[in-house]
């Protein structure tokens, strides 16, 4: 991409998702970045503003094994910059936390406990796929612990009811930060050094002589259309970003989980677990929820991917409560702690998957339209290369050419 760091910039950003708002953070911190020459405006679709779909309701996990080997080499790095830049730890819950394969069954629950598969209404069953980047307070009994493999910090699940433990990563390789704080902080501090936020609804591009030249609009408060004229648009729209790029190949994939706040009493140490629990009520079901526990005593937990439809608008997302009882039953059966908690939060969100494997798709399309630049398709580890994609990206605008890794495998013009 031809790009000069002397020439005015009018970049429109579409989604204030993790790729659109640390892409703003990261354009704002460019060395050649001017407010006085760059302007940046994100547009994001929800009423409600930034991370409102996955961005906001995903678990927030941030790995070195996380896939692709591209970006994870650029984002953890850049995660452990933003935090001690930013005091990340207080502002958005950075942390390093264990992580292992928890496998065992679950306890028998009153009779009207619902356990059902986790699969939400409408759907058909899709795995997460995020273990694919891996190679591989009661009366506690340390020998038995020990033969089990439970750190002895694992006290929130049931010894009696786990048959084993398993680390998947080495200490050090696996953090989190909670979503939507995250998303927000960065939008926060992009609008610090003059990034503007738009809550409004992006309907077509402009494209010109094979360039693009804006985005046209809808604002949310007032319903009134604009064209906002642009010299470089980034789609980050997630799962809908195909309703601006017809020919991309994304799809989506629905997941529910759930939030959890534990007694103030209970200790809930900083492990995420992926689970296998054989289910005692329903003989030869087993259920794999994944539980992130955080600070604050707050416990997140989901379930597995369903193949819903998406809708028209990310505030327009069906939430399915039988699935979000579901996934409580089974992760409070194997805790004794998380049964005797609250939960606060049901939710669903869809995440953009890149139908022909692979991906995610990011980087320049002059094939479409000079200035067009894609970053969508992440999964479920958007939130864990949102700072690796945004720094190339930002590199992209400001220097014409990516410098900090090569993404050629990523590049549009490998998938449409």
């Not at 942390?95 to 629950?109: D, M, T």
């Not at 750190?151 to 953090?175: F, K, Q």
């Amino acid at each position: 991409m031809n790009s000069s760091t002397d020439s005015p910039k009018e970049i429109v950003i579409i989604g204030a998702g993790i790729i659109g708002c640390s892409t703003a953070y990261q354009l704002t911190r460019h060395p050649s970045f001017s407010a006085a020459t760059t302007t940046i405006k994100v547009i994001e679709a929800s009423k409600h503003g930034p991370a409102q779909g996955a961005s906001g309701k995903a678990g927030g996990l941030v790995a070195k094994w996380a896939y692709p080997k591209e970006l994870v080499s650029i984002s953890f790095a850049e995660h452990v910059k933003l935090a001690k830049e930013h005091n990340g730890q207080v502002r958005w819950g950075w942390r390093y936390v264990g992580c292992g394969s928890w496998e065992g069954k679950g306890a028998i629950l009153p009779e009207d406990a619902d356990f059902g598969d986790g699969v939400g209404a409408g759907g058909r069953r899709k795995s997460l796929e995020k273990t694919f980047g891996l190679e591989g307070g009661r009366k506690s009994d340390p020998v038995s612990r020990k033969r089990k493999g439970l750190p002895d910090d694992l006290l929130w699940v049931d010894e009696s009811l786990t048959h084993s433990y398993s680390p998947m990563a080495a200490h050090g390789d696996t953090a989190q930060v909670h979503p939507f704080l995250f998303t927000n902080s960065m939008m926060d501090l992009a609008i610090e050094k003059g990034a503007e936020l738009i809550l409004g609804r992006a309907t077509s591009l402009n494209i010109s002589d094979g360039k693009v030249t804006g985005v046209d609009i809808i604002y949310n408060d007032s319903g009134k259309r604009e064209t906002l004229s642009a010299t470089h648009v980034i789609l980050a729209a997630g799962a809908w970003s195909p309703s601006l790029l017809p020919s991309l190949p994304i799809s989506s994939t629905r997941a529910h989980s759930i939030t959890i706040h534990a007694q103030p009493s209970v200790d809930i140490a900083p492990y995420v677990l992926f689970t296998e629990i054989a289910l005692p009520e329903r003989r030869g079901l087993t259920v794999s929820p994944e539980i992130y526990a955080r600070p604050g005593n707050e416990i997140y937990a989901c379930g597995p991917g369903d193949d819903s439809l998406l809708p028209k608008n990310v505030d327009d997302v069906i939430l399915d409560e039988v699935a979000c009882e579901s996934i409580w039953n089974h992760v409070s059966s194997i805790s004794p702690e998380l049964r005797a908690g609250t939960v606060d939060k049901r939710q669903a969100c869809f995440l953009p998957i890149v139908e022909t494997g692979g991906g995610p798709i990011v980087g320049a399309a002059p094939h479409i339209a000079q200035g067009l630049i894609i970053a969508t398709g992440h999964t479920c580890w958007g939130i864990s290369n949102a700072p690796g994609t945004a720094k190339a990206l930002s590199e992209l605008v400001m220097d014409g050419h990516i410098q900090c890794a090569n993404l050629r495998k990523l590049e549009p013009s490998n998938y449409l």
